[in-house]
């Protein structure tokens, strides 16, 4: 069994401070974890996918997560917010590298705002 | 290369009515997942679907719910008789292969009165 929790719905930062989105997750295997990302009416898009190779996940739009084992976290972050980052990002865990589409288990999302 | 689309954008219906909710996959893509989001709640698969075929659908309701991915044309989610519950956004996604990268829709959101 697997799940995911993310621990803020919402979280505001003003532009060019630090954004932290949190996720903690709970896995039976060596997870797959990834970070999804949706602008306004726009898909989900693939920020970055950890898969067992380095702990320190770089993405894209200068967003990094960093997977740690014995926090069974991986939180999203990016030093400097940009206006263009507000969106709601999922945070998602796969039982297998392969990251089968049917069995993603996906968190119930963070809404960010980023504050001129 | 259009990405995934769906539509419509916002659907509302009354207790009792069908809702029929659209998906085109990617130019390429015969892989098509659906998912829902409940209130409060994380994306849930729902139904796996290739060309003409239902590959998964354990994670969709026994009843009133079903999809199709016809030879031509977008795949189809339908619900029958919708109650206030089924009230969610519904997202697709497609992908070229199985365990392959995917690509999402923006999601349709039905609202049942």
């Known amino acids: 069994a697997q799940s995911v929790t993310q621990l803020d719905s919402h979280v505001s930062v003003s532009e060019g401070t630090p954004v932290l989105l949190r996720c903690n997750y709970s896995?039976?295997?060596?997870?797959?974890l990834f970070w999804y990302v949706q602008h306004p009416n726009k898909g989900l898009q693939l920020l970055l996918k950890?898969?067992?190779?380095?702990?320190l996940v770089k993405g894209i739009n200068g967003f990094e997560a960093e997977f740690k084992k014995s926090e069974t976290s991986f939180h999203l972050t990016k030093p400097s917010a940009h206006m263009s980052d507000a969106a709601e990002y999922f945070c998602?865990?796969?039982?297998?590298?392969?990251?089968?589409?049917?069995?993603?288990?996906f968190g119930s999302g963070t809404q960010l705002t980023v504050l001129p | 290369n259009a990405g995934v689309m769906q539509n419509p954008r916002h659907l509302v219906r009354r207790r009792g009515q069908e809702a029929r909710l659209r998906c085109s996959p990617m130019k390429g893509h015969s892989h098509v997942y659906w998912y829902r989001q409940l209130p409060e709640e994380g994306l849930k698969f729902m139904v796996y679907?290739?060309?003409?075929?239902?590959?998964?659908e354990s994670g969709m309701p026994k009843e009133r719910f079903s999809a199709e991915f016809p030879k031509e044309g977008p795949s189809i989610l339908r619900i029958q008789q919708v109650v206030r519950g089924d009230s969610a956004a519904y997202f697709c996604a497609s992908s070229p292969g199985n365990n392959e990268k995917l690509f999402f829709g923006s999601g349709t959101q039905l609202s049942v009165l």
């Open positions: 950890y898969t067992s190779a380095a702990t």
């Open positions: 998602v865990v796969s039982p297998e590298p392969s990251g089968s589409a049917r069995q993603l288990t």
């Open positions: 679907l290739q060309k003409e075929n239902i590959i998964d």
């Open positions: 896995s039976s295997y060596s997870p797959s």
